[in-house]
């Protein structure tokens, strides 16, 4: 499944503060951007329809949680990303990651040991 950025925004505010009503996603989404209440409620009750959050309808606010792992919203855009802008090369994806952004000496090291744990695998 595909998400739009304003799902994703969404459903980071859900990981973090899970469960959410509509205006405490609302309160967080208006801290980095300019969002109308009316458009995050929308875009909420869109987001039920699709089965990416559920909402407990029971009591007077709604309360939704998310449906998707961050894991899972991870996985689908690196692969729609892997297979669309580095025509599946993951070494290019990589080498541009690291190319463009400043890594930290723990994070270099900690794709070094994963990349060495990979390596005892496959062999």
Same mark, same amino acid.
């Given at each position: 499944?595909?998400?739009?950025?304003?799902?994703?925004?969404?459903?980071?505010?859900?990981?973090?503060?899970?469960?959410?009503?509509?205006? %405490?996603?609302?309160?967080?989404?208006?801290?980095?951007?300019? #969002?109308?209440?009316?458009?995050?409620?929308?875009?909420?009750?869109?987001?039920?329809?699709?089965?990416?959050?559920?909402?407990?309808?029971?009591?007077?606010?709604?309360?939704?949680?998310?449906?998707?792992?961050?894991?899972? #919203?991870?996985?689908? #855009?690196?692969?729609?990303?892997?297979?669309?802008?580095?025509?599946?090369?993951?070494?290019?994806?990589?080498?541009?990651?690291?190319?463009?952004?400043?890594?930290?000496?723990? %994070?270099?090291?900690?794709?070094? #040991?994963?990349?060495?744990?990979?390596?005892?695998?496959?062999?």
């Amino acid at each position: 499944m595909k998400y739009t950025d304003s799902e994703l925004e969404i459903l980071q505010v859900l990981w973090d503060k899970q469960p959410a009503t509509v205006r %405490e996603v609302h309160e967080e989404l208006t801290k980095t951007k300019d #969002a109308g209440y009316t458009t995050t409620l929308k875009l909420m009750q869109i987001m039920f329809e699709k089965g990416l959050v559920d909402r407990d309808a029971s009591a007077k606010t709604h309360i939704y949680t998310a449906n998707v792992s961050q894991q899972q #919203a991870q996985q689908t #855009a690196l692969d729609k990303m892997l297979s669309t802008v580095f025509q599946g090369s993951t070494a290019n994806l990589v080498m541009q990651a690291l190319g463009n952004h400043k890594a930290s000496g723990e %994070e270099i090291e900690a794709i070094k #040991a994963y990349l060495n744990q990979f390596n005892t695998l496959k062999k």
